[in-house]
């Protein structure tokens, strides 16, 4: 099991910037594909980006793309999403995720049932 603790969330404005952080514990970090999700209130739970084991491969949700970039660093155990030009609609809590622990190099799970840990979630929320 992987204990995830995010950070970074809070009030910006629409165009602004944000780097959420989600650091894990666990021995298996570097064996694990991780991934993060929003929820905004009255809505289900989205993907919105994910990346591989190693950090060579990422998969992000068509709303984001350009935008958001999913990262990690596994000397420190920590996945990174930095947000850059911000919309209204992009408030949400946001949650970081860890896949399966020896996963195949390049997978990128992009769907809720492929993660096994959730964080408590970050609130990120963009004035128009």
């Known amino acids: 099991q992987v204990q995830l603790v995010e950070s970074g969330g809070g009030l910006v404005q629409a165009g602004g910037s944000l780097r959420l952080s989600c650091a894990a514990s666990?021995?298996?970090?570097?064996?694990?594909?991780m991934g993060w999700f929003r929820q905004a209130p009255g809505k289900e739970r989205e993907f919105v980006a994910a990346i591989s084991r190693s950090g060579d491969r990422t998969n992000s949700a068509d709303s984001v793309k350009g935008r958001f970039t999913i990262s990690r660093d596994n000397a420190v155990k920590t996945v990174f999403l930095q947000m850059n030009s911000l919309k209204a609609e992009d408030t949400a809590v946001y949650y970081c995720a860890a896949g399966p622990a020896y996963s195949d190099l390049y997978y990128t799970p992009s769907h809720r049932i492929e993660y096994d840990d959730w964080g408590q979630g970050t609130q990120v929320t963009v004035s128009s």
């Open positions: 666990g021995r298996t970090f570097s064996t694990t594909p």
